[in-house]
Nanobody, 121 residues
Framework: QVQLVESGGGLVQPGGSLRLSCAAS????????MGWYRQAPGKQRELVAR???????HHVDSVKGRFAVSRDNAKNTLYLQMDSLKPEDTAVYYC???????????????WGQGTQVTVSS
């Protein structure tokens, strides 16, 4: 069973910074693309940033220049550095991973439990 555990959320003032982490554990053959999503109250879950196994990163326009996604493949850990935070960044942030459990497996999608980020003065 693959588990994703997020950490690093909290309350921060506008303009502040937070760094989220997502550690993947369990038996898996390959940990492929990983991503951060967020869901604000009353809104649908949306993509924030995504990074492939080779480190190719994609950020949505609303966070470009403020957020940076990265990963440490040796530690099976995904990060999201969030700077210049705005109140509209307030949401529950979820990590997501595409995994092959065996060499001939189909891609399986796993989600973390989420971590709350609140940006408020």
């Amino acid at each position: 069973q693959v588990q994703l555990v997020e950490s690093g959320g909290g309350l921060v003032q506008p303009g502040g910074s937070l760094r989220l982490s997502c550690a993947a554990s369990g038996s898996m053959f390959s940990l492929n693309a990983m991503g951060w999503y967020r869901q604000a109250p009353g809104k649908q879950r949306e993509l924030v940033a995504r990074i492939s196994a080779d480190g190719t990163a994609h950020h949505v326009d609303s966070v470009k220049g403020r957020f940076a996604v990265s990963r440490d493949n040796a530690k099976n850990t995904l990060y999201l550095q969030m700077d210049s935070l705005k109140p509209e960044d307030t949401a529950v942030y979820y990590c997501n991973a595409e995994v092959w459990l065996t060499p001939y497996d189909t891609t399986r999608i796993y989600w973390g439990q989420g971590t709350q980020v609140t940006v408020s003065s």
